[in-house]
């Protein structure tokens, strides 16, 4: 037996809508005129309605996806088309210009290992780490905040100029090692005599580096305490060769401002350096 419930009327009295005679089901309303059918350009209702672009949306789910796949697909491909970060810092490499090569040119630099540490830890992309260094380094200059670029091989070619001009660079070279040595060594006595610090003998030792240095070490050893007369050309020199004499003023007791210095030692090479180099 089945039971039927009686229908129930809403609370503002108005009847509830039912089948005609026939059963068939009421008509659309006058609010919806489309009986309930979608606007097919309308996008797709759902979680796709609340975050999508209008670019990615679709007219039903399946054309919502096709456009995710392909949005996905071409960023996918993009990145692999960005540049990376290398696998070891060690890569990080530099192509300074001219201006500024001298400032980079030491590959053993702790400066530019710190560099290639922290490019390497915040994903720098390889192809970036030498453009970053190198500007910064060519703004630095072109604002005059850097000395000059200290250049090794400048610094002794200078020194030569002045303690041997003109000579054949062979016999430069005993000439050279022999100013650095008496710079160094007169920086040294000093900074004893002094009682400097160890920081200002750092950077009083640290003048023999340069040419203008040792030319001033020079000038000073010579105003301080004047060296022994040089024998004069002629005086017995007793075989010495080019080898020879460049471990000859090696010896502390070359060194005027030593504490084994030797005075006759001292004539005797000085002697021999003009019988063989001439001067």
Known sequence: MTLLHPLRAPEDGAGSAA??????????????????????????????????????????????FGKLAADWKARRDADAKRPQAPKSAA????????KIAGYLSDPS????GFARDIALEIGLPKEHFSKLVTGLYEKAHEAGLLAPAYDP?????????????????????PLVERAIREA?????VLGEQLKL???????LGALADEAAG???????????????????VGAPTGGWTKESL???????????????????????VDAAFRHVYGG
Do not use: C, H
């Open 19 to 64: 089948p005609d005679a026939g059963g068939a089901a009421p008509g659309p309303s006058p609010a919806d005129p489309a009986g309930g059918a979608s606007d097919p350009a309308a996008p797709a209702p759902g979680l796709w309605a609340d975050f999508l672009p209008d670019n990615l949306r679709g007219a039903d789910d399946k054309e919502t």
């Open 91 to 98: 890569d990080y490499t530099l192509e300074p210009g001219e």
């Open 109 to 112: 630099d702790p400066m530019l």
């Open 153 to 173: 091989k400048a610094e002794l070619a200078a020194i030569a100029d002045r303690v041997a001009p003109g000579r054949p660079a062979a016999d430069q070279k």
């Open 184 to 188: 160094e060594g007169f920086a040294k």
């Open 197 to 203: 610090s160890e920081g200002a003998r750092g950077l």
């Open 214 to 232: 040792v030319e001033l070490m020079s000038a000073l050893s010579g105003a301080m305490a004047p060296l022994p007369a040089f024998a004069t």
């Open 246 to 268: 460049e471990k000859a003023v090696a010896d502390p007791r070359y060194n005027p401002m030593g504490r084994e210095y030797d005075k006759d030692f001292r004539a005797q």
